[in-house]
T-cell receptor, first 115, second 116 residues
């Protein structure tokens, strides 16, 4: 298995532009987590899905952020409009939820720079 | 509520000497605890996991951690450091959800430097 796949790996954009980050889950997994990592705040959970349904989005910073799972294996995190303070590394992770929980497998991350 | 405190932001050890990375936790429930490692410009990898079975947990690459409820600690150790251990280490506590997976709360991380 290729593991969790994220694209792009690096994104540089200007303030006000729309940014879309993409994540492909590990085959067979049914839970998807989006995290943001910054020097100031460390690793924060933004949102997570179970079987394509958003379960907890309390970590989403504001309405400029939105996340979707159009199908069982793919997710997008969109920022519109982007701001310099959104600069961070964004990770997605997948796991197989069930009676016995398993570890979360992390993707390599997308480094976002908003100028 | 749950949280973890990593007591050292940066630890330096010489190659071949023991490693100790400290973590204290706070949780209203019987916690699951994890250590993840992040190498530069990489994602996070699970080192080991405690889920109320044996209190001494062995992980990958020779790391282990001991759960001590009386001290609310979950320190990570390795007998002999290797250059490849240089990375950022995160102590993590989980709150089980109703859906069988776990919502993770990360510590602030400890950067481990290995001196040749």
């Amino acid at each position: 298995d290729a593991g969790v796949i994220q694209s792009p790996r690096h994104e540089v954009t200007e303030m006000g532009q729309e940014v879309t980050l993409r994540c492909k889950l590990i085959s067979g997994h049914n839970s998807l987590f989006w995290y943001r990592q910054t020097m100031m705040r460390g690793l924060e959970l933004l949102i997570y899905f179970n079987n394509n349904v958003p379960i907890d989005d309390s970590g989403m910073p504001e309405d400029r952020f939105s996340a979707k799972m159009p199908n069982a294996s793919f997710s997008t995190l969109k920022i519109q409009p982007s701001e310099p303070r959104d600069s961070a590394v964004y990770f997605c992770a997948s796991s197989l939820a069930g009676p016995i929980s398993t570890e979360q497998f992390f993707g390599p991350g997308t480094r976002l720079t908003v100028l | 509520a749950q949280s973890v405190t990593q007591l050292d932001s940066h630890v330096s050890v010489s190659e071949g000497t023991p490693v100790l990375l400290r973590c204290n936790y706070s949780s209203s429930y019987s916690p699951s605890l994890f250590w993840y490692v992040q190498h530069p410009n990489k994602g996070l990898q699970l080192l080991l996991k405690y889920t109320s079975a044996a209190t001494l947990v062995k992980g990958i690459n020779g790391f282990e951690a001991e759960f001590k409820k009386s001290e609310t600690s979950f320190h990570l150790t390795k007998p002999s450091a290797h250059m490849s251990d240089a990375a950022e280490y995160f102590c993590v506590v989980s709150l089980p959800s109703n859906f069988g997976n776990e919502k993770l709360t990360f510590g602030t991380g400890t950067r481990l430097t290995i001196i040749p």
